[in-house]
């Protein structure tokens, strides 16, 4: 039985997961036309800001997965979705602008694939990619912690290559500053105020992080799992006066913009 991508569950936290590419292409120049794309656009909600950022451009979105490529094509039905695999994506472009929002931490290489989607841009076109950089997090560690202790070791065994470790900004600024006339790095910690508890912060990972480890359990390994990661990261999440528990999400933001 697998949990797969799930809009819903993603999109439960919709507010908190849209800022971060908000303030990415708040770093994108105006005025692009031309094409733009979105790569792993999921069910669209980066999208949709990708659209007001660069209204004269003509936009689309491929995503690996057919359920959030549904849910993006029903929120923007007048845009081109399609499902496709960034890894075997060979769209040669140009174009003017390529946002990658919280997707190519699952993608190896970043030494080769970075250089070769900018290589895709039109001249003076923009790279705009974020990832979250939160491996060394509690939420995490914890995650390959739990899985390596339990009966289910065998099972998730590769589930902790399934993200890509990230480099430190200055390794991501020289990686791309020999194919682009402008890079912008810069890293943000958000402290995200969820209601609910600890249970909050299993349901945002239950959307993204934890994916891996669920999928290749049956329902009662995935039961027991997340008891047991829910008991180990609540130290974690003190309740706040006001109920919330404040969840620290570290993530790295990169603009690349080719030269004229």
Same mark, same amino acid.
């Given at each position: ?15 908190? =997961? ?25 069910? $669209?909600? @980066? ?8 209204? #004269? ?22 845009l081109e979705f399609s499902v496709a ?14 946002? #990658? ?39 995490? /560690? ?10 289910? /070791? =065998?099972?998730?065994?590769?589930? #902790? ?6 480099? $430190? ?7 791309? =500053? ?8 810069? =890293?943000?910690?958000?402290?995200? @105020?969820?209601?609910? $508890? ?8 239950? $959307? @993204? ?11 009662a390994e995935r039961s027991e799992y ?7 990261? #609540? ?26």
């Open positions: 039985m697998s949990v797969g991508w799930k809009p819903e569950q993603y999109l439960a936290f919709e507010d908190e =997961r849209t800022r971060p590419v908000r303030d990415l292409l708040a770093a994108v120049p105006q005025g692009y036309g031309g094409r733009a794309i979105d790569l792993g656009c999921g069910p $669209g909600n @980066s999208t949709e800001v990708l659209c007001a950022r660069v209204p #004269a451009a003509r936009v689309s979105g491929i995503d690996s997965s057919e359920a959030m490529i549904e849910a993006a094509r029903k929120r923007l039905p007048l695999d960034i890894a075997g994506w060979h769209d040669p472009g140009p174009f003017d602008v390529i946002l #990658a929002n919280a997707v190519l931490q699952w993608l190896p290489d970043h030494a080769a694939l970075l250089p070769a989607l900018a290589a895709k841009l039109a001249p003076g076109g923009a790279l705009a990619v974020q990832m979250p950089d939160n491996l060394a997090e509690p939420t995490h /560690r914890l995650m390959h912690e739990v899985a390596m202790q339990g009966p289910w /070791r =065998r099972k998730l065994e590769g589930a #902790a290559q399934s993200r890509t470790a990230l480099e $430190g900004a200055a390794w991501y600024f020289d990686v791309l =500053r020999p194919h682009a006339a402008y890079v912008d790095v810069w =890293r943000t910690t958000y402290h995200h @105020s969820l209601a609910g $508890g600890v249970g909050a912060v299993v349901e945002w990972f239950k $959307g @993204s992080g934890l994916r891996p480890f669920l999928d290749p359990l049956d329902a997340l008891e047991r990661y829910t008991a180990a990261i #609540a130290p974690f999440f003190p309740e706040r006066a006001d109920g919330s528990v404040l969840l620290p999400f570290p993530r790295l933001f990169m603009v690349a913009i080719r030269q004229q």
